[in-house]
């Protein structure tokens, strides 16, 4: 009884407290400066990127396209602080005392995301004319009449309920066949590549063994690891092409957001994780194997920058991030076009070849598309930074393919002669499916 008497003398003195709902938590203040970050960079890079290639994009677009289905944890945060976008800088205030994320750009590099706390003034270089871009011979109109009613399919999710196709492509025998583009973009808007980034690392580091510049199969040159006793420092490259490190990580996946959106540079952090396994026996698909990768590689970029592979494969419309150190960004942050991934495909199809100068080293397809390592769970397996179709019904077992998240696909099948390009905003969760897609474009050229 006594009890009942002053719950009830409580609901009486407090009515208020106890109907109302609790109040709204906080997010950390880490997890605000990250998704200020994400929305700095990624609207930046869109379009900044977008006006070099003679494009354009409006913050609307990238609001409801690249800002939409993020990470849950920062999903509603990014939707709601604002971008103020100057000439060369986004900034993105998250704070009431920090300064705003800022993303600073240059025609040469793209965009970089500053680190938090970062005050600095904007520098205006020269303005530049749009980067003018090579067209492809066009292919036979009845494989574009073919292909009509499986890029309408794609168009709507069919391929993936809930899915965001932003555009679609296919060479045939080095001709357009057929090319379709969501309302907001076009064959000059740039997109981020996410994880085909990693492929694009792959062929940089081919380009450098073709010069005679490194041997994939020599320990990687990590200063970090150089520690007399250092267990890491037998890692190879080839080892980190094929994420077979043994090195652990903060998460499956290895999101990196400190390196990509926090400001953290890739040799303060990618080079400190530790060993779980013994290197080349494990499988753990991770961004950092991919960053120490390139980063091994990184004194060829003086006289060999991406921008130059870029330039000699045509792909004028593509730009290579890197971090505010300086340090190329190539497990994910490529900014390029459908078209530019198509030549990217193409190369791998003419076994390195552009314009009879060798750029890769002969059987270069068939060192990256070999299963050597330890292989992951599931229907696809894994080469030396490209993904392969090898086990997929329907599918020639020679296909290849670079995979990004939201659903970038570059997808390489070198017995048809065929590059099939997909891109997308698919939101977390939503899943397009591109060895269905692959069939599906096959049989139609059939």
């Given at each position: 009884?006594?009890?009942?008497?002053?719950?009830?003398?409580?609901?009486?003195?407090?009515?208020?407290?106890?109907?109302?709902?609790?109040?709204?938590?906080?997010?950390?203040?880490?997890?605000?400066?990250?998704?200020?970050?994400?929305?700095?960079?990624?609207?930046?890079?869109?379009?900044?990127?977008?006006?070099?290639?003679?494009?354009?994009?409006?913050?609307?677009?990238?609001?409801?396209?690249?800002?939409?289905?993020?990470?849950?944890?920062?999903?509603?945060?990014?939707?709601?602080?604002?971008?103020?976008?100057?000439?060369?800088?986004?900034?993105?205030?998250?704070?009431?005392?920090?300064?705003?994320?800022?993303?600073?750009?240059?025609?040469?590099?793209?965009?970089?995301?500053?680190?938090?706390?970062?005050?600095?003034?904007?520098?205006?270089?020269?303005?530049?004319?749009?980067?003018?871009?090579?067209?492809?011979?066009?292919?036979?109109?009845?494989?574009?009449?073919?292909?009509?009613?499986?890029?309408?399919?794609?168009?709507?999710?069919?391929?993936?309920?809930?899915?965001?196709?932003?555009?679609?492509?296919?060479?045939?025998?080095?001709?357009?066949?057929?090319?379709?583009?969501?309302?907001?973009?076009?064959?000059?808007?740039?997109?981020?590549?996410?994880?085909?980034?990693?492929?694009?690392?792959?062929?940089?580091?081919?380009?450098?063994?073709?010069?005679?510049?490194?041997?994939?199969?020599?320990?990687?040159?990590?200063?970090?690891?150089?520690?007399?006793?250092?267990?890491?420092?037998?890692?190879?490259?080839?080892?980190?092409?094929?994420?077979?490190?043994?090195?652990?990580?903060?998460?499956?996946?290895?999101?990196?957001?400190?390196?990509?959106?926090?400001?953290?540079?890739?040799?303060?952090?990618?080079?400190?994780?530790?060993?779980?396994?013994?290197?080349?026996?494990?499988?753990?698909?991770?961004?950092n194997d991919t960053l120490l990768a390139v980063l091994a590689i990184a004194p060829t970029f003086e006289r060999h920058p991406p921008a130059e592979l870029f330039?000699?494969?045509?792909?004028?419309?593509?730009?290579?991030?890197?971090?505010?150190?300086?340090?190329?960004?190539?497990?994910?942050?490529?900014?390029?076009t459908a078209r530019d991934l198509a030549r990217f495909g193409q190369l791998y199809l003419d076994d390195g070849m552009v314009g009879?100068?060798?750029?890769?080293?002969?059987?270069?397809?068939?060192?990256?598309?070999?299963?050597?390592?330890?292989?992951?769970?599931?229907?696809?397996?894994?080469?030396?930074?490209?993904?392969?179709?090898?086990?997929?019904?329907?599918?020639?077992?020679?296909?290849?393919?670079?995979?990004?998240?939201?659903?970038?696909?570059?997808?390489?099948?070198?017995?048809?002669?065929?590059?099939?390009?997909?891109?997308?905003?698919?939101?977390?969760?939503?899943?397009?499916?591109?060895?269905?897609?692959?069939?599906?474009?096959?049989?139609?050229?059939?």
């Amino acid at each position: 009884m006594r009890t009942m008497i002053v719950a009830a003398a409580a609901a009486i003195a407090f009515p208020a407290i106890a109907q109302s709902p609790p109040p709204a938590t906080i997010p950390p203040a880490s997890v605000r400066a990250m998704a200020a970050g994400y929305k700095a960079l990624t609207v930046c890079s869109a379009l900044k990127t977008a006006e070099a290639a003679g494009g354009q994009r409006t913050l609307e677009s990238v609001q409801a396209n690249e800002l939409v289905g993020v990470y849950p944890e920062i999903d509603a945060i990014v939707r709601e602080v604002p971008a103020d976008v100057s000439q060369n800088r986004v900034s993105v205030a998250w704070d009431g005392v920090m300064p705003a994320r800022v993303a600073l750009w240059s025609e040469q590099g793209g965009c970089r995301i500053m680190p938090v706390g970062w005050v600095g003034e904007e520098t205006s270089p020269p303005a530049s004319s749009p980067r003018t871009q090579t067209p492809f011979a066009v292919g036979a109109p009845d494989d574009a009449a073919a292909l009509e009613p499986v890029f309408r399919r794609a168009a709507v999710g069919g391929f993936g309920d809930g899915s965001n196709t932003t555009a679609l492509l296919v060479l045939r025998d080095g001709r357009l066949v057929s090319e379709w583009y969501a309302e907001g973009f076009g064959p000059d808007t740039p997109q981020r590549t996410w994880s085909v980034g990693k492929s694009i690392a792959g062929t940089l580091i081919g380009a450098a063994v073709q010069r005679g510049e490194v041997d994939v199969n020599a320990p990687a040159a990590i200063s970090d690891w150089s520690r007399e006793g250092d267990p890491r420092a037998v890692i190879t490259v080839d080892q980190l092409m094929r994420m077979a490190s043994g090195l652990t990580s903060d998460t499956a996946g290895n999101r990196t957001d400190g390196l990509y959106f926090g400001g953290v540079g890739i040799d303060e952090q990618a080079t400190t994780w530790p060993l779980i396994a013994t290197p080349g026996r494990l499988f753990r698909y991770a961004n950092n194997d991919t960053l120490l990768a390139v980063l091994a590689i990184a004194p060829t970029f003086e006289r060999h920058p991406p921008a130059e592979l870029f330039r000699r494969l045509g792909m004028t419309h593509t730009w290579a991030e890197t971090d505010w150190r300086g340090n190329y960004m190539l497990s994910s942050q490529v900014w390029t076009t459908a078209r530019d991934l198509a030549r990217f495909g193409q190369l791998y199809l003419d076994d390195g070849m552009v314009g009879g100068e060798r750029i890769l080293p002969e059987g270069w397809l068939g060192y990256v598309s070999a299963p050597t390592g330890p292989q992951p769970t599931g229907e696809q397996g894994y080469g030396a930074t490209f993904w392969l179709m090898n086990t997929s019904n329907g599918v020639p077992a020679d296909t290849i393919s670079a995979n990004g998240n939201r659903g970038q696909y570059v997808i390489i099948v070198p017995s048809r002669n065929i590059v099939i390009v997909r891109r997308g905003e698919d939101p977390t969760g939503k899943r397009f499916e591109p060895v269905a897609f692959t069939r599906e474009v096959l049989a139609a050229l059939d």
